[in-house]
């Protein structure tokens, strides 16, 4: 769903061996040894859970439960969209909560048609941000404005990162910015509910996208001020995927050939990124934001060199019982000051450099099955191994009521109009 600009720098050159950036040595200690792989075919997450008439049943369901939540969202959307010319910050405040909503639902549908074990360790960059909570669940501590980037395994990659914004602190699932492609726009309800939400959206070509971007990121970097006069940005989370696409044999095909040409190193689990749009979201929102938090993205049991998208089907997750085992979680932290925004060129290496180390703790992950653990500094290391697990889901059993309550009020004041004037007529 999430994407980047597609256009690269039109010759980047091949690092030299004193521009490069060494990558830590992240498999030290580590078995050699692939992590056990399915076999003979076997899909990472086991046999079918279920037949085919509950595989029909549980289909329904989730398209009744999800069509009628974003239908619920939609109208509720429609309802607050006068506020655009009453009263711009209460307007996107309002969609700001219409965006909760959704999360709720992906949270929901995770939870009840397809749990996942989250496991998440992180460098020291991320120390006394990722807490175990008393009920079970984990709590991120990241600031109200950032940029996360992360690789592209599979299509449903930011519906487990929206719902880190349900598990921050404070809670930041109505802010969440994607980049994406402009097709998407032409869904029904989606769509038009995604352009209500700010969503980017990209046609690919810089001379169309260029303004666009721009326009939307003056938006998220406006000045506000408080009743008491202090000055204020509202939250966001700016969420890319600088690969541009999600990982599959054809992605992997176009990646070795760009790194063949430009004579780069061609990176083994993970596709080069693309360095444009990162780079104009930087550029732009430089002294907004503080950090780019990043996200290496991992699920059990996918196999060495196979791709996720070819086991994990939105059927196969939802309908025959076949979600992921896990999702795995490596969080890092970049402070913007210390990335070189200087020129295209010069950040272009150090994404690159990034990514390198991604493929880094890709290669470890299929070898060992896991991440790097936490150092012992970080909060939830002790006791855990390194690792915090938890699953997607809300706070409180009945928390997605929300999504309705605002058609909700609306249809009792109506109901309630419709009998006093009925009592006026008689």
Request: contains cysteine; aromatic residues 14%.
């Amino acid at each position: 769903m999430g994407g980047d600009l597609r256009q690269r720098t039109s010759k980047p050159q091949a690092p030299t061996p004193s521009e490069e950036v060494p990558a830590p040595d992240l498999l030290a200690g580590a078995s050699v040894t692939d992590a056990p792989q399915p076999q003979n075919g076997e899909h990472p997450s086991g046999k079918e859970k279920y037949g085919r008439l509950m595989q029909v049943l549980r289909g329904l369901s989730v398209a009744v439960y999800f069509t009628t939540s974003c239908i619920a969202i939609h109208l509720t959307q429609l309802v607050g969209a006068p506020l655009y010319w009453i009263n711009r910050d209460l307007y996107y405040a309002y969609m700001a909560l219409t965006k909760q909503s959704f999360g709720l639902v992906i949270t929901t549908i995770t939870n009840w048609w397809s749990p996942t074990t989250i496991r998440i360790s992180g460098d020291a960059s991320v120390a006394d941000q990722i807490r175990k909570t008393p009920d079970g669940l984990v709590e991120f501590a990241f600031p109200e404005r950032m940029v996360m980037i992360a690789n592209h395994q599979i299509y449903t990659d930011w519906l487990y990162l929206w719902w880190v914004g349900y598990a921050n602190s404070p809670k930041m699932h109505g802010y969440l910015y994607i980049i994406l492609k402009e097709s998407l726009k032409y869904i029904p309800f989606l769509g038009p509910g995604m352009m209500f939400y700010g969503f980017v959206f990209m046609s690919r070509k810089m001379a169309v996208d260029g303004p666009r971007m721009a326009h939307r990121l003056r938006k998220l970097k406006t000045e506000h001020t408080a009743p008491g006069g202090k000055k204020y940005m509202n939250p966001m989370w700016l969420l890319l995927f600088p690969e541009g696409t999600n990982a599959s044999t054809n992605g992997r095909i176009k990646s070795a050939k760009w790194a063949e040409k430009t004579g780069l190193k061609d990176p083994a689990h993970v596709l080069l990124p693309r360095s444009t749009g990162l780079y104009f979201c930087l550029s732009e929102l430089k002294g907004t934001v503080d950090y780019v938090y990043d996200c290496t993205v991992a699920y059990e049991g996918i196999p060495r060199g196979k791709f996720g998208e070819d086991y994990f089907t939105l059927s196969g997750t939802y309908f025959r019982g076949q979600p992921p085992k896990s999702v795995n979680f490596y969080w890092r932290r970049f402070a913007v000051a210390d990335i070189p925004l200087e020129s295209q060129e010069t950040f272009e290496l150090w994404l690159r450099e990034r990514w390198y180390e991604k493929d880094a703790l890709m290669e470890q992950y299929l070898s060992t099955g896991r991440f790097p653990a936490s150092p012992g500094s970080a909060v939830g290391s002790k006791g855990h191994e390194g690792f915090l697990e938890t699953e997607v889901r809300t706070r409180y059993r009945f928390e997605f009521l929300q999504i309705f309550v605002i058609l909700g009020v609306l249809g009792l004041v109506g109901n309630v109009i419709a009998k006093m004037w009925a009592n006026l007529v008689k």
